[in-house]
């Protein structure tokens, strides 16, 4: 599965939209971009994946570039329960997720 | 649903103990997995099972086993706790491969 590179720590007040970017330029065609999160000592929970196309549910926004390099998760108004570690990961169809990485530790504030 | 829950939330072992953590999901899904998280780092795959039956090392699979018996239970085995095993234990479970995991609460492990 393709490396996944995340920046450490971000900041966002209130409110206001959450853009975490992930980068995954050997990312082969096969392989899924998946978002979880972990909110202090909890589980991991899931957010949202995709392969190509732009997604959204309920939590989230996916968007993936056109040459799939890169991605962007978008908390579109962001809580204080949003504070959390988000984890990036390229996923293939047989493949399992062997190591999250560190993510990044998203910090919303008042 | 339950979803997956795992025993004990907390443990302390001394050196050479053993122990199993133990595992079960309730929603009849076929893989199931094994993670451990140390300290400020992200989660490493320990073990995994594709169904009853069947396991598979992960990326850190030295001092631990596991069976899988059922679909429903996935439990770890410590044989000889060392203090590199102090962590966190997450488990997890999905219906296929490349979907999404579900995780249970964790273990909190310390091996004095």
């Known amino acids: 599965d393709a490396k996944t590179t995340q920046p450490p720590s971000m900041d966002c007040a209130e409110g206001r939209a959450a853009n975490l970017p992930c980068n995954h330029s050997?990312?082969?065609?096969?392989?899924?971009v998946y978002w979880y999160r972990q909110i202090h000592s909890q589980g991991p929970q899931y957010i949202i994946h995709?392969?190509?196309n732009n997604e959204t549910n309920e939590m989230a926004s996916l968007i993936i570039t056109e040459d799939r390099k890169s991605s962007t998760l978008i908390l579109p108004h962001a809580t204080l329960r949003d504070t959390a570690v988000y984890y990036c990961?390229?996923?293939?169809?047989?493949?399992?997720?062997?190591?999250f990485g560190k993510g990044t530790s998203l910090l919303v504030t008042p | 649903n339950a979803g997956v829950t795992q025993t004990p939330k907390f443990r302390i072992l001394k050196i050479g103990q053993s122990m199993t953590l133990q595992c079960t999901q309730d929603?009849?899904?076929?893989?199931m997995y094994w993670y451990r998280q140390d300290p400020g780092m992200g989660l490493k795959l320990i073990y995994y099972?594709?169904?009853?039956?069947?396991?598979d090392k992960g990326e850190v699979p030295n001092g631990y086993n596991v069976s899988r018996s059922t679909t429903e239970d996935f439990p770890l085995r410590l044989e000889l706790a060392a203090p590199s095993q102090t962590s966190v234990y997450f488990c997890?479970?999905?219906?296929?491969?490349?979907?999404?995991?579900?995780f249970g609460s964790g273990t909190q492990l310390s091996v004095l």
């Open positions: 997890a479970s999905s219906y296929t491969d490349n979907e999404k995991l579900f």
């Open positions: 050997t990312i082969s065609g096969n392989e899924y």
């Open positions: 995709g392969l190509k």
């Open positions: 990961i390229a996923l293939s169809n047989s493949g399992y997720a062997l190591n």
């Open positions: 929603m009849n899904h076929n893989y």
């Open positions: 099972s594709v169904g009853a039956g069947i396991t």
